[in-house]
């Protein structure tokens, strides 16, 4: 049996996520992965996430602050040592009961087999909207 491709390694990192195995999907990534996630200061979980602890105080931002009701990978396109996914999701946020939709492309970076890097492109306006009282 083989390596698994990159974008093979993003697919189960997002399967290994949809099933709360956090294990799993912490070991798709290099330790020192930054993690970019732009965005108003009203969106909790915007900013740069530097290393797995980063990644999952990140991870943990999200999981207080809103109730994710689908997240959808639709399209992958691979190159090299990068994977972009187009998706979108639906949320809502605990503290306000607003929901947002939102379509985003996640570009992941891969180094030795592992990602190093993701940067998230979305419509932040959308969410901090939701965030709003």
């Given at each position: ?68 009701k689908e997240f959808i ?30 379509e985003w492309v996640q ?7 592992k990602i190093y890097h ?16």
């Amino acid at each position: 049996m083989g390596h698994l491709s990159n974008e093979a390694i993003v697919k189960l990192m997002f399967k290994n996520a949809a099933e709360k195995n956090i294990p799993a999907t912490i070991s798709a990534f290099d330790k020192d992965v930054v993690w970019v996630r732009p965005g108003e200061p009203d969106i909790p979980f915007s900013g740069t996430f530097p290393g797995i602890d980063g990644m999952i105080n990140m991870l943990t931002l999200i999981q207080q602050s809103i109730k994710l009701k689908e997240f959808i990978p639709e399209q992958y396109c691979s190159n090299d040592d990068t994977v972009l996914v187009m998706g979108h999701d639906e949320a809502e946020v605990i503290a306000t009961g607003k929901t947002y939709h939102t379509e985003w492309v996640q570009l992941f970076r891969f180094r030795n087999e592992k990602i190093y890097h993701v940067h998230v492109y979305m419509d932040t306006l959308a969410v901090a909207r939701a965030f709003k009282p």
